[in-house]
């Protein structure tokens, strides 16, 4: 890298370039704000344009619209409770229900603060250990992916603060939703009752919109009041968690790590790494009750992780072009309109390029920080909207981004009655996150275990190649512990619990 450091500078002082960077992040951090606009609908619709660009300013925009649009999703999420991108799914949790306390301002400055951190972290090790971590990479199969999937259903036992048989039955109900479209082996379609639309399955975005969204617009309208009338406005709110979350650098390191290695394993997604993220935040605090109640650091673990996830999904594009996750194909478009093949020659063929863009992508998430922390005392006031106002505003850009997907009805139809599913579901006392864990894992799950069986038929040993793997038996006790503490946990309650009234009954005896 330090051969070419004159050209990377040269590069990156260059106006235009500058003014790319921020407008790609500005840009990005809009359109994943807006329900059913993600970062890869952006980038695809940007890609036609990088045509006329030189390479490396193409790269930039790419790479700050990319940025932008992952942590763009955390402010619908946090204010409306509705993921603006899949990647802040895990941001809900604890984003909204702090919005509900008129501590928006807290959550969207924790949210800018842990995406920038994250994911200049996630930069850097794009930057220093690309070759390294995409061969680490080629060491995932189909029964990794299973059981990575497994792992993240392992999840359920966390979220289900509630009631455990509620929480499985909503994970049997998103597994049951996962398997509408064609299948991933056979090939035969599923439950698409005659629309062709359906063959690809559920629009996962709709649905987020659906069952985190619909339900509360309802609240709010059967309320006739607004669940949040007022936002915090204590000095030195920056400045003070700041220091609070760097003062956790444990904390901040496993997230990143987490959504560093999701990244890196195609197809995962910041979803997926956000997610886990927030399971192993919830598993090693102390207070794991407060977590879903309104918690910082359930904000920064999913905000973290998911950004960290950005430049992980960039190590195999660069090194072996293999993208990550699907904004990262359309880089991958990108690249190939320029003429520029990634591979494993590729930082051997166009150092000063690839230099270029990663130095690039580091300063973005400063960038995108500086932007979230001076637009979230302005993004808060959306809260200050009477409720005749705010909720007919949220229905229009759901039922727009419904339908901006895959311009479709069909999808807003869906989008409704989902909806409507999902209210009567809340009423009951089913959280809508164990569904939508369900309903995004059960796919993975399904297509790593019928290509599993596949190669272990082929191969003679299926019980080999899922349980002797190292990647594998690695899982598998991650998945054990993960369904075994929580269960622990709960006898040990059950029991202090016991003995502590045996002992009222001697003392009133």
Wanted: charged share 10%.
């Amino acid at each position: 890298m330090f051969e070419v450091f004159p050209d990377i500078i040269s590069s990156l002082i260059e106006p235009i370039n500058i003014l790319l960077l921020c407008v790609g992040v500005l840009a990005g951090i809009i359109v994943g704000a807006l329900p059913g606009l993600t970062a890869t609908m952006a980038l695809a619709l940007l890609l036609p344009f990088t045509f006329a660009m030189e390479a490396d300013s193409s790269l930039i925009t790419m790479g700050g619209l990319y940025i932008g649009g992952i942590y763009g999703g955390c402010i619908s999420a946090i204010l409306i409770n509705t993921p603006g991108t899949p990647s802040a799914i895990a941001t809900t949790f604890d984003g909204y229900p702090l919005a509900k306390k008129g501590k928006a301002s807290h959550a969207l400055i924790t949210a800018s603060i842990s995406s920038g951190i994250g994911g200049v972290i996630g930069g850097l090790t794009l930057l220093f250990l690309t070759p390294v971590l995409a061969g680490w990479a080629l060491n995932f199969g189909p029964p990794e992916y299973f059981w990575v999937a497994l792992l993240g259903l392992a999840m359920i036992a966390t979220l289900s603060a509630g009631s455990m048989l509620k929480g499985l039955i909503g994970g049997c109900i998103g597994l049951l939703l996962g398997t509408i479209g064609i299948s991933p082996v056979g090939g035969e379609s599923r439950f698409t009752f005659g629309f062709p639309e359906l063959q690809s399955g559920l629009e996962l975005i709709g649905i987020l919109i659906a069952f985190f969204c619909i339900p509360e617009v309802i609240s709010m309208i059967g309320n006739k009041a607004k669940s949040q009338k007022s936002l915090n406005k204590e000095k030195g709110i920056v400045k003070n968690l700041f220091f609070y979350i760097i003062k956790k650098p444990i904390f901040i390191i496993r997230s990143s790590f987490i959504g560093i290695i999701t990244g890196i394993i195609p197809g995962a997604g910041g979803n997926v790494a956000a997610l886990l993220s927030y399971d192993a935040a919830v598993r090693f605090s102390k207070d794991k009750k407060s977590f879903g109640k309104g918690k910082i650091e359930g904000v920064m673990a999913a905000e973290t992780s998911n950004n960290a996830e950005v430049g992980g999904s960039l190590v195999p594009l660069l090194s072996l072009g293999i993208p990550g996750a699907p904004p990262a194909a359309i880089i991958l478009g990108a690249l190939m309109m320029q003429g520029i093949t990634p591979g494993p020659n590729l930082m051997a063929e166009q150092p000063s390029l690839v230099y270029t863009f990663l130095v690039s992508f580091v300063i973005a998430n400063v960038v995108m920080m500086i932007f979230g922390l001076m637009g979230s005392r302005y993004i808060g006031k959306v809260l200050s909207l009477p409720v005749y106002y705010l909720a007919p505003s949220i229905m229009f850009l759901t039922i727009i981004g419904a339908y901006a997907i895959r311009n479709n009805l069909l999808d807003v139809a869906m989008l409704i009655g989902f909806g409507l599913l999902a209210y009567v579901l809340k009423n009951a006392g089913f959280d809508p996150a164990p569904i939508v864990l369900g309903l995004i894992l059960g796919p993975i799950a399904e297509r790593g275990l019928a290509q599993s069986i596949l190669m272990g038929e082929a191969s003679g040993g299926i019980f080999t190649l899922f349980f002797t793997r190292p990647i594998s038996v690695v899982l598998i006790i991650l998945c054990f512990l993960s369904i075994l503490l929580p269960l622990l946990g709960t006898i040990f309650k059950s029991k202090d619990k016991t003995e502590k009234e045996e002992d009222k009954i001697e003392m009133e005896a």
